[in-house]
């Protein structure tokens, strides 16, 4: 995976990474922006960076945490246009795409704040541990961990509320 600084990347080595990561970079970003178009701009601009900028990865773990950092990054400029723009809702075509018994999860996942939102999704769907996470958000395991926590009794009385959980996402 070494390869000298002036060269390109491989067409390989684009194709390999294209093909392993844009899924769950679109995730990462469709979790943050809730708009599939925009969520599908910041993978663009995630592989766009990476062909500029040639990182020079250590490993297969270094060049995952480096692709999910940037999409990250690239989250909070569109959540700092967003702020001037205004909100926009969650697309509705691609909550569909997850399945009536995911719809409730999804929604209620939503409804949490944006950094219980990633610290969940690298848990839960990505694997990662609170160790790794605190690394790849520039932020403290104690942080994470009570992200987690808090996140975790938020989606429980959400789930379990049923109209009930209706009242409470409204109040996050």
Not at 125 to 151: C, V, W
């Amino acid at each position: 995976m070494e390869r000298k600084k002036d060269t390109y990347l491989s067409y390989g080595d684009i194709v390999r990474i294209v093909e392993t990561y844009s899924d769950m970079l679109l995730r990462i970003a469709l979790n943050r922006v809730r708009s599939l178009p925009a969520a599908e701009d910041i993978v663009q601009g995630v592989f766009e960076r990476l062909m500029r900028r040639r990182p020079i990865f250590e490993s297969r773990e270094h060049e995952k945490a480096w692709l999910i950092r940037t999409a990250v990054n690239l989250c909070l400029t569109d959540l700092r246009a967003e702020s001037r723009h205004g909100n926009l809702p969650l697309d509705e075509n691609v909550a569909t795409e997850f399945g009536e018994d995911t719809y409730e999860v999804l929604d209620a996942v939503q409804a949490l704040p944006t950094p219980d939102r990633y610290a969940v999704y690298l848990y839960y769907y990505e694997g990662y541990g609170i160790r790794d996470i605190g690394h790849l958000l520039k932020e403290p395991e104690g942080t994470i961990s009570s992200r987690l926590s808090r996140a975790r009794k938020k989606l429980k009385a959400l789930l379990e509320g049923g109209n009930h959980g209706r009242q409470i996402q409204q109040r996050l």
